[in-house]
């Protein structure tokens, strides 16, 4: 089985700054893909931004020029960085990544979400 733990939510001012970490954990031969989603009260859960193995990345509009994803092959992790923050980026952040496990099956796994919530 595979595990994605996410963390560094939180609260933070307008204009703040957050660094969201996904750790990959368990029968891992490789992972293809990692990304970052997020969901709002009352909204549908949307693509923030991804990275594939080979470094290249994309964003949602919104977030582009603000947020950074990059991702630790060897540590099986993928990062978050996200800068000048509005209250409309207060959500649920979901982690996501394609695994490929032992007995090469590649499946998309989802972490259990953190909160971060923007307001002063």
């Known amino acids: 089985q595979v595990q994605l733990v996410e963390s560094g939510g939180g609260l933070v001012q307008p204009g703040g700054s957050l660094r969201l970490s996904c750790a990959a954990s368990g029968s891992i031969v490789s992972i293809t893909r990692m990304g970052w989603y997020r969901q709002a009260p009352g909204k549908q859960r949307e693509l923030v931004a991804g990275v594939i193995s080979g470094g290249t990345t994309n964003y949602a509009d919104s977030v582009k020029g603000r947020f950074t994803i990059s991702g630790d092959n060897a540590k099986k992790t993928a990062y978050l960085q996200m800068s000048s923050l509005k209250p409309e980026d207060t959500a649920v952040y979901y982690c996501?990544?394609?695994?490929?496990?032992?007995?090469?099956?590649?499946?998309?796994?989802w972490g259990q979400g953190t909160q971060v919530t923007v307001s002063s």
């Open positions: 996501n990544a394609d695994v490929t496990t032992e007995g090469w099956r590649t499946s998309r796994y």
